[in-house]
């Protein structure tokens, strides 16, 4: 049964602080790594990472995949208030139509 | 500019009531997806097809039928509902299996069952 953990659950930081979120993965045969991200309503796609792409990178936003240590990491850097949102992350592996999903990290960014 | 469309976007039902949540995307996308996200349990796997004509069940099927009759559509149903299905629904649709492009949402619908 393939397995996603996020950390950490919850996070409030300072307008202006850069933030690491973390997330661990068991999947067989790994296919890709998503990141997306949920404000009120639908989760917004930021990141796919796969073995032929481990860095991402838009804006202040960065994304890195370990596949030694079935890991990812999203960095957020001089964080703005709306950058306050769940983070989700979801893996699926070869062969599987389904995508299995992290609980989320909920950031607060506080003025 | 729709991308997934979800209705309804908010539905009180009492517990025995049947119903039925649309989903609809312009994208020709063949992949769709039904999920339900609880606090503090992330996104579910609820049923899924993989082109017209086709469902299968995800994580948590049970209490839900879907029906893929058009492309565009995918149809949740709930046949006799419980409060343990008080939850938020999204839809999500894929050019392929999410393994080279993202999955997209809709912004989901949120059920009470009383």
């Known amino acids: 049964e393939d397995k996603v953990v996020q950390s950490p659950l919850s996070l409030v930081v300072h307008e202006g602080d850069t933030v690491t979120l973390n997330c661990s993965y068991e999947v067989t045969n790994f296919r890709s790594l998503l990141w997306y991200k949920q404000e009120k309503k639908a989760p917004t796609f930021l990141f796919m990472l796969?073995?032929?792409?481990i860095e991402k990178k838009s804006g202040r936003l960065s994304s890195i995949l370990d596949k030694k240590e079935l890991s990812s990491i999203l960095n957020i850097t001089a964080t703005q208030t709306g950058d306050s949102a769940i983070y989700l992350c979801?893996?699926?592996?070869?062969?599987?139509?389904?995508?299995?999903f992290g609980k989320g990290t909920k950031l607060s960014v506080i003025p | 500019n729709a991308g997934v469309t979800q209705t309804p976007k908010f539905r009180v039902l009492k517990t025995g009531q049947s119903m039925t949540l649309l989903c609809a995307q312009d994208m020709n996308h063949e992949y769709m997806y039904w999920y339900r996200q609880d606090p503090g349990m992330g996104l579910r796997l609820i049923h899924y097809?993989?082109?017209?004509?086709?469902?299968a069940k995800g994580e948590v099927p049970d209490g839900y039928n879907v029906s893929r009759l058009k492309k565009q559509n995918f149809l949740l149903g709930l046949e006799s509902a419980a409060p343990s299905q008080t939850s938020v629904y999204f839809c999500?649709?894929?050019?392929?299996?999410?393994?080279?492009?993202?999955?997209?949402f809709g912004d989901g619908t949120r059920l009470s069952i009383l």
């Open positions: 999500a649709s894929s050019e392929d299996r999410g393994l080279r492009q993202p999955q997209h």
């Open positions: 979801a893996v699926s592996g070869a062969g599987s139509y389904q995508l299995t």
């Open positions: 796969t073995s032929s792409g």
């Open positions: 097809s993989v082109g017209e004509g086709t469902t």
